[in-house]
């Protein structure tokens, strides 16, 4: 059996579960109540001691980071989103590690000092807010130039790169991205997120939790 | 032919660069002259099109990304270094990103505010030093307990976790962090910079600049 632990809240584990839709695998997802600090409980620790979301559990072997997560299952499952030669899953690898450090980081520090610092009581840092802007900026119009050329990032079929973009986009309205002046990556977001893997998880971030 | 782009003081693009040495790979390498814009330049967009090092090129192909160009590398030359089964490599997988995200991010906080920023005239930014110790204090903890239990982040043997272990503590002098808290890693990096594909590159981080 395949549980994973996430939180409807934190993006970066939504990456793995909308990569096990997108597999067809038949699999548990167990909500760590992050705002009441069972990430850091004994029982949690046992599963991932790294006291973060997300974590995953398959028969008796445990791991985490959710790009590794997408990558162990994507090689059990022999499935296309992780497949072709050497080059083919060097560009898949280019860019989930572009979208991870250089995107996903950036989303996390416009999201977190706009949305969740002040959901838990905690100070804004707008210079923070401000970086993640101006690096977004710089990024972005490299993956807008990307999805102008090719339907997903690494060609014409969804790869596990698009996962990972896709999972890193999630809260771009609840912290008030502007994204104008990226119109083929907004259709994209609005074409991918009607596919069954995403509805299958919610309607839009933040569903579960009402908001 | 393959050729690795890099800077010096770019720690990250050290990563691919230790990894080809360890692998035993013919392999030349570039300075790219970071600090007067070369990255920027006409020559080097059409080399790496987001304008940052590393990048690779083996023959006809181009790719960024230090981690990627680490598996691809690996993968091409069948190395020890990415090897084992689906569980093994999840491993791999899990700790490469796990340093690059806990722990690189929050060194290059430090590295960048205390020692490049003063260097280019930039203004330091103290809350973000602050953040990148308060993070690792958090963090290199784990590290420190997985190497004091085996002798390389996944077991017996050297992985590409490791190098990108490295590369990430590269600049634990230069910018003055103290890992008097973990002998394991400090005992570790000791021995791990003797080894000839660390001295064939440099004798410490920043001697090619004479620093």
Same mark, same amino acid.
């Given at each position: $059996?395949?549980?994973?632990?996430?939180? @409807?809240?934190?993006? @970066?584990?939504?990456?793995?579960? &909308?990569?096990?839709?997108?597999?067809?695998? *038949?699999?548990?997802? *167990?909500?760590?109540?992050? $705002?009441?600090?069972?990430?850091?409980?004994?029982?949690?620790?046992?599963?991932?001691?790294?006291?973060?979301?997300?974590?995953? /559990?398959?028969?008796?072997?445990? $791991?985490?980071?959710?790009?590794?997560?997408?990558?162990?299952?994507?090689?059990? #499952?022999?499935?296309?989103?992780?497949?072709?030669?050497?080059?083919?899953?060097?560009?898949?690898? %280019?860019?989930?590690? &572009?979208? /991870? %450090?250089?995107?996903?980081?950036?989303?996390?520090?416009?999201?977190?000092?706009?949305?969740?610092?002040? $959901?838990?009581?905690?100070?804004?840092?707008?210079?923070?807010?401000?970086?993640?802007?101006? &690096?977004?900026? %710089?990024?972005? @119009?490299?993956?807008?130039?990307?999805?102008? #050329?090719?339907? &997903?990032?690494?060609?014409?079929?969804?790869?596990?790169?698009?996962?990972?973009?896709?999972?890193?986009?999630?809260?771009?309205?609840?912290?008030?991205?502007?994204?104008?002046?990226?119109?083929?990556? %907004?259709?994209?977001?609005?074409?991918?997120?009607?596919? @069954?893997?995403?509805?299958?998880?919610?309607?839009?971030?933040?569903? #579960?939790?009402?908001?």
């Amino acid at each position: $059996m395949t549980t994973i632990y996430y939180h @409807p809240m934190s993006f @970066p584990a939504l990456a793995p579960i &909308f990569g096990a839709e997108a597999m067809g695998i *038949k699999y548990d997802k *167990k909500v760590v109540d992050l $705002m009441n600090g069972e990430q850091k409980s004994k029982d949690y620790l046992a599963i991932n001691p790294y006291g973060k979301v997300p974590a995953m /559990v398959d028969d008796e072997f445990n $791991m985490s980071e959710g790009s590794a997560i997408l990558r162990y299952l994507a090689r059990r #499952e022999n499935s296309p989103l992780y497949a072709g030669d050497a080059k083919a899953q060097a560009k898949i690898d %280019q860019w989930m590690d &572009f979208i /991870v %450090q250089h995107i996903r980081v950036n989303v996390a520090r416009v999201q977190f000092n706009r949305v969740l610092a002040p $959901m838990v009581g905690r100070e804004s840092d707008q210079s923070s807010v401000d970086l993640g802007l101006e &690096f977004l900026a %710089q990024n972005l @119009p490299q993956v807008e130039a990307q999805l102008s #050329e090719t339907n &997903f990032l690494c060609g014409d079929d969804m790869t596990l790169a698009d996962i990972v973009l896709l999972a890193s986009m999630e809260p771009s309205d609840m912290a008030g991205l502007d994204l104008s002046p990226y119109p083929t990556l %907004q259709a994209w977001l609005t074409s991918i997120r009607e596919e @069954p893997f995403y509805t299958n998880v919610h309607s839009h971030f933040g569903a #579960e939790l009402g908001l």
